[in-house]
């Protein structure tokens, strides 16, 4: 686990820890430069294992060559510039009216840039030291780091927790068992709509009509969206929707309070005293207020089915190839996919509404863009370089003016500098 000093860390050993009959590990490494936060939470990761009866073994390193060295699979979870550059991608952009946000907008794509070079120098380094290792990535922004991966070559897979997390919602308000429910899960990581609700698998009854009309302002409210919307849709937006269907009244919001990047550094900085109880041996209730609900489950899940062979059906984000004709083969989207040695293959999906089509579209060539901007290389020149950052945020729906594409280019190049190789 690259990130493994991350303070969510727990939440994902515990899901392991549970879950070892379908994922039975021998050995799980943390990977962090943070040698004093590994040497936290890597304990508490052994005294989970032991209280719930895991026979694996846990142990951790700051040598990324040697925590790879055999592993079966690799999960990325880390974080370029901490909380600290976080808190930057989520403030700047506020400045010029627009979102400030990690994984959408002008902070969005400062993420991108930081984080793309270096998930492709430790992917590459796990490819020389072990080619047949899948690559589970959920780093965020998970579609434009996943697309970097694949174009690369590298047998990766992106997970984004959107999906399980309705699933395990509408299994609830159902209720019936999470794994009855099939959803109709379609669009880009972060940039999703639940276009149906199927009890017992793809060719089951749709029962999303009834879910909006008994729960619609249960539904509405986790999305901090109006029921009305809802209803007038007639599908389910992922939360992540709302930074484009409400960016004004978002933009108010997030000027009027703290950053969320200030909220879970005050929350990591009491996990982190909770994590050094040589007592505790289970995951803290704060860890909950963290935020990646059932990431445990899907990685897991995910993981399973990869080394497996298993050919399940889950939702993750792959190259496209089709699935969706009005986007390039390469775009990466988020849908449901059979997952198997061969890694994620698409299902069928039913042609998108134009309403949501568009929206999918204008995306998809932001991510194009973004990805570009990420892969320049120290010879382009900062002139090129700033072109490129220029022409991803004017593509970008939630910008695409030139005054604020030009006032968002330089401040993400001035609070970014040191991650851009070409600045």
Same mark, same amino acid.
């Given at each position: 686990?690259?990130?493994?000093?991350?303070?969510?860390?727990?939440?994902?050993?515990?899901?392991?820890?549970?879950? /070892?009959?379908?994922?039975?590990? #021998?050995?799980?490494?943390?990977?962090?430069?943070?040698?004093?936060?590994?040497?936290?939470?890597?304990?508490?990761?052994?005294?989970?294992?032991?209280?719930?009866?895991?026979?694996?073994?846990?142990?951790?390193? =700051?040598?990324?060559?040697? *925590?790879?060295?055999?592993?079966?699979?690799?999960?990325?979870?880390?974080?370029?510039?901490?909380?600290? $550059?976080?808190?930057?991608? #989520?403030?700047?952009?506020?400045?010029?009216?627009?979102?400030?946000?990690?994984?959408?907008? $002008?902070?969005?794509?400062?993420?991108?840039?930081?984080?793309?070079?270096?998930?492709?120098?430790? @992917?590459?380094?796990?490819?020389?030291?072990?080619?047949?290792?899948?690559?589970?990535?959920?780093?965020?922004?998970? *579609?434009?780091?996943?697309?970097?991966?694949?174009?690369?070559?590298?047998?990766?897979?992106?997970?984004?927790?959107?999906?399980?997390?309705?699933?395990?919602?509408?299994?609830?308000?159902?209720?019936?068992?999470?794994?009855?429910?099939?959803?109709?899960?379609?669009?880009?990581?972060?940039?999703?709509?639940?276009?149906?609700?199927?009890?017992? *698998?793809?060719?089951?009854?749709?029962?999303?009509?009834?879910?909006?009309?008994?729960?619609?302002?249960?539904?509405?409210?986790?999305?901090?969206? !109006?029921?009305?919307?809802?209803?007038?849709?007639?599908?389910? !937006? =992922?939360?992540?929707? /709302?930074?484009?269907? #409400?960016?004004?009244?978002?933009?108010?919001?997030?000027?009027?309070?703290?950053?969320?990047?200030?909220?879970?550094?005050?929350? #990591?900085?009491?996990?982190?005293?909770?994590?050094?109880?040589?007592?505790?041996?289970?995951?803290?209730?704060?860890?909950?207020?963290?935020?990646?609900?059932?990431?445990?489950?899907?990685?897991?899940?995910?993981?399973?089915?990869?080394?497996?062979?298993?050919?399940?059906?889950?939702?993750?984000?792959?190259?496209?190839?089709?699935?969706?004709?009005?986007?390039?083969?390469?775009?990466?989207?988020?849908?449901?996919?059979?997952?198997? @040695? *061969?890694? @994620?293959?698409?299902?069928?999906?039913?042609?998108?509404?134009?309403?949501?089509?568009?929206?999918?579209?204008?995306?998809?060539?932001?991510?194009?863009?973004?990805?570009?901007? @990420?892969?320049?290389?120290?010879?382009?020149?900062?002139?090129?370089?700033?072109?490129?950052?220029?022409?991803?945020?004017?593509?970008?729906?939630?910008?695409?003016?030139?005054?604020?594409?030009?006032?968002?280019?330089?401040?993400?190049?001035?609070?970014?500098?040191?991650?851009?190789?070409?600045?």
């Amino acid at each position: 686990m690259v990130g493994g000093g991350s303070t969510y860390t727990p939440e994902l050993i515990d899901g392991f820890a549970r879950l /070892r009959d379908a994922l039975p590990l #021998e050995e799980l490494v943390l990977i962090d430069p943070a040698a004093d936060r590994l040497e936290l939470i890597g304990g508490l990761a052994r005294r989970i294992f032991a209280k719930q009866g895991h026979p694996g073994r846990v142990s951790w390193t =700051s040598d990324l060559d040697a *925590g790879v060295d055999g592993a079966s699979a690799v999960l990325l979870q880390l974080r370029v510039g901490g909380q600290a $550059a976080r808190n930057q991608d #989520e403030t700047w952009p506020l400045d010029c009216g627009c979102v400030g946000q990690e994984t959408t907008g $002008a902070g969005g794509l400062a993420k991108a840039l930081r984080t793309v070079p270096v998930v492709l120098d430790i @992917a590459e380094r796990v490819r020389r030291r072990n080619p047949d290792a899948w690559i589970v990535d959920f780093t965020n922004p998970v *579609g434009i780091v996943t697309r970097a991966l694949l174009t690369a070559g590298h047998r990766a897979v992106g997970l984004c927790n959107v999906a399980i997390g309705f699933q395990r919602k509408f299994a609830k308000l159902l209720d019936v068992a999470p794994e009855q429910v099939y959803l109709d899960h379609v669009g880009l990581n972060h940039l999703t709509w639940e276009r149906g609700v199927r009890i017992g *698998g793809p060719e089951g009854e749709n029962v999303l009509p009834r879910l909006i009309a008994e729960h619609g302002e249960a539904i509405a409210a986790d999305l901090h969206m !109006p029921r009305t919307l809802v209803d007038r849709l007639g599908v389910v !937006p =992922s939360y992540y929707l /709302r930074y484009f269907y #409400e960016h004004d009244a978002v933009v108010r919001e997030l000027k009027s309070k703290p950053s969320r990047a200030a909220e879970v550094a005050a929350i #990591e900085k009491e996990l982190l005293g909770l994590y050094g109880d040589p007592a505790l041996d289970e995951k803290p209730e704060l860890l909950s207020k963290r935020g990646g609900a059932f990431y445990s489950e899907a990685a897991v899940s995910l993981t399973s089915s990869l080394l497996g062979d298993t050919g399940d059906v889950q939702v993750v984000n792959t190259f496209n190839k089709g699935t969706l004709p009005f986007l390039p083969d390469d775009a990466v989207i988020e849908v449901p996919a059979a997952v198997g @040695a *061969g890694g @994620a293959t698409p299902l069928p999906v039913a042609p998108l509404e134009p309403l949501y089509a568009g929206l999918t579209s204008h995306v998809t060539a932001y991510e194009h863009l973004a990805l570009r901007a @990420a892969l320049l290389g120290a010879d382009a020149g900062e002139k090129a370089g700033r072109r490129a950052v220029f022409e991803a945020l004017l593509a970008h729906p939630l910008i695409g003016q030139i005054e604020y594409a030009d006032q968002l280019t330089d401040a993400l190049i001035a609070h970014n500098r040191e991650h851009l190789a070409w600045a």
